[in-house]
């Protein structure tokens, strides 16, 4: 059995998260889902917990239709060093074989340790994009179409979009 | 929709774990499990990793039947500040309505948060033990038959006995 | 009795901060001031040591005639996670009531945690503001008159002016 | 003016710590109280919170009529290295002139960075002991006396016993 | 003997470090050389590991013709406290009685502590710089010139060009 | 060329590890030697801190005629993850082919990395002991010949001896 390595911030998990899930899903038998940078929440580029991504990404693959016994959401934290970041994603996730990533220095440091990576294949890139997805929520447009119906509902449930509004405001250091 | 949360270490998990699991999930529809010590591995009183805890949780749950649509695992490290910890599950897990847990500081930290709390029926707690487990491999005992099938194996394939001995043999000081 | 909560991070304390405490002052018996982002200094947005401007509350409470017995000074470092900082501050300082802050991440984080929160009416905020008093310091220009003067008298004092200028120069990244 | 520094950790406030900082507020105009190991509570030999301890030395010293105005509470935590500590204290504190403390690592660092340092005048050092405060706690033997009055009631509102009993039953991995 | 201090962020080590460390050893007979912010790597701005740059420094030395027996190589991190970090170099670093340090604030946090310290006399600052040396690098320009040849030689061993241009790519959080 | 690593605390450094450095040597051109531990001093099992023991190494090597050219010396702290540590030594240290070590819990984590291990052959184990050696200097015993010459001048020197006697009587909790 082959099982895949798939690495993102999902802040928040998009349509094109979801297209490029499915995609691997088709090289691999099980997919690490690891919700990266796991620490952080209520910035305005990461407002959403490691525990909030891990519920839109449950959600959202059941709405897609996914096997649960497919995957596995494993959240880990940035490292002080990045040199030692893949090896605290082996200690926290199950044994993987192969990596699935387009992040320059994802890809570069679990190269560096000798893994297998392959690109994702996106689909419209440009509009499918969490960064586009927190700039609606900001100017008050349309982001829903972007995100599954279940994620969504969900931001929406958590009063998502007050957050994002709320820490925009602010002026505390962010570390 | 009710969601429990379930503390454990599960070095490793055994069967008591399991039926304990089986218990609390005729409580609640949906329950999160924490792999508590998450950073631990490589110690005599914490020798796997918790990648390796959640495959054997995995494993075993499937072998026991139980539907993967109903839990989530979710690797949680120790804090600094005992009193910051139940802000790091909140932090890190899906949103949960009810703790089941039989350790006492566990017990403690969630109800000053003013979480509701439901202790566990253990069954035969001095043989399903993960320390006396661990005091079986050691000693070179029949500890298989404490564990699920699928978890005896999983151990072997990834030669935890062997690290098990080796790590015994420290005199590494340990943070 | 009732105990409120003040953040700040008072680089440095002026007059606008000696205004909104007295005005807090009304409101409750007792006032636990919080030195935000303790662990920083020598930065050009943050100058002074947490022990400088804890001597700093206390010198210019003093002028202001604010009876000591009112108060508490606490220093409380950022966290990691945001997630942690409200369990971080309940940790450090004497329990309390009620949250007074106008910034906007400080609300939200409370909030989050089921306090209730009240604005700080600010006087002059333009003017009596921590930034504008290290723009004036940095250019040379008029800053005294915008703190008390025991802070401007306890400033040079520590030769706090020569500090600013000679961090201003570095090249040595911050973290 | 010639301020002194104390460190302790007050696991609890007991009346032999008020008898020696009244000793010492003989010698200095000002003193630093340090409540040392901030980070650490809901241990058996750390069973409260830095915030508690500052409410405690509060209560304590004002029962003692001790003068607010002379002396400042700072919570701060140990260090990874024992050797940065002293310019932790540095940093959080006020500025200080001398060091009292029996405490020979404590008195040791703070003479490897050149401070002058004295010795408390212990009195009754067998009975007046946290140690013994806490072992009586534990046993359901009277711990009151040895405490002051404010102290003792204000641990029975915070329920410190029931808290101390119940910690005591842990299997947690302490850090 | 008298010892020195040298501290540098060394991405790359070029000529003028080179230059500065020949000028420094003509006025101690040792040298301290301490690799600051070594936890950096895999970053636009700090693309080699410590590790790396202590193999640049003794190759480039080597290559001056500077005896081995009059310098040490210490690694050192940042610190999440400014007033800490000078702390932690004597820590880790063999005694010293000078720092050498053109930087800001290494010279500020030196002098607090009490230390003697002199600037360093720059050989062409504006040429010899990591700064231009990694703009070059992007842009694929000539480089090489601004290092010694060692250095050249393992930068293009250890595929150092490669990684920089991979890294560039990223849109990775920088913590 | 062949480059070695070796792992040591050297607290403090004795003829042991001078012998087996020197026999390491016949093997291979290079050594790195990794100054475990490297946070720690101040403690009865780690009175030294990581300057102290490279001047230690430094001194020893020398008066033993090894050639500074061949070995590198590099501190290393303990990391929260016992499998990241292999990752922060790789990150620190030069390059290195093969690891010299009997410590299990060190040849484990290299192994479980890939590296090849060999054991170190030691000179009458019981006596040439850092265990040992502390033991006598407590105990006010013959310690000196345990160790190379300019290692107990060294040591006498920075009164380690006294650091050692004092320290030993703290209560200070050690994390």
């Given at each position: 059995?082959?099982?895949?390595l ?6 928040p998990?998009?349509i ?6 499915k995609?691997?899903?088709?090289k691999?038998?099980?997919l ?8 952080r929440?209520?910035?305005?580029d990461?407002?959403?917990?490691a525990?909030?991504?891990?519920e839109?990404?449950?959600?959202a ?10 995957y ?9 060093m990045h040199?030692t970041w ?6 926290l ?10 992040e320059p ?7 560096e340790?000798g ?5 994702i294949?996106?689909?419209e890139?440009?509009l ?11 100017a008050g ?5 972007l995100?599954?119906?279940s ?7 958590i ?14 250091p962010?570390?």
């Amino acid at each position: 059995m082959k099982r895949g390595l798939f690495v993102g911030r999902f802040q928040p998990l998009h349509i094109g998260h979801i297209q490029a899930i499915k995609n691997v899903l088709e090289k691999v038998e099980e997919l690490v889902i690891i919700i990266g940078s796991s620490q952080r929440s209520h910035e305005i580029d990461n407002p959403f917990t490691a525990g909030e991504r891990i519920e839109m990404i449950h959600k959202a693959l059941n709405e897609a239709g996914v096997d649960r016994a497919c995957y596995y959401t494993v959240p880990v934290p940035d490292c002080e060093m990045h040199t030692t970041w893949v090896s605290v994603v082996r200690t926290l996730s199950p044994r993987f074989d192969i990596v699935f990533s387009n992040e320059p220095l994802t890809r570069r440091l679990f190269k560096e340790e000798g893994y297998k990576i392959e690109g994702i294949q996106l689909y419209e890139r440009e509009l499918y994009s969490a960064t586009e997805i927190r700039k609606r929520m900001l100017a008050g447009k349309n982001w829903e179409k972007l995100v599954s119906k279940s994620v969504a509902t969900y931001i929406k449930e958590i009063k998502g979009i007050e957050r994002l509004l709320e820490i925009t405001k602010t002026d505390k250091p962010i570390k």
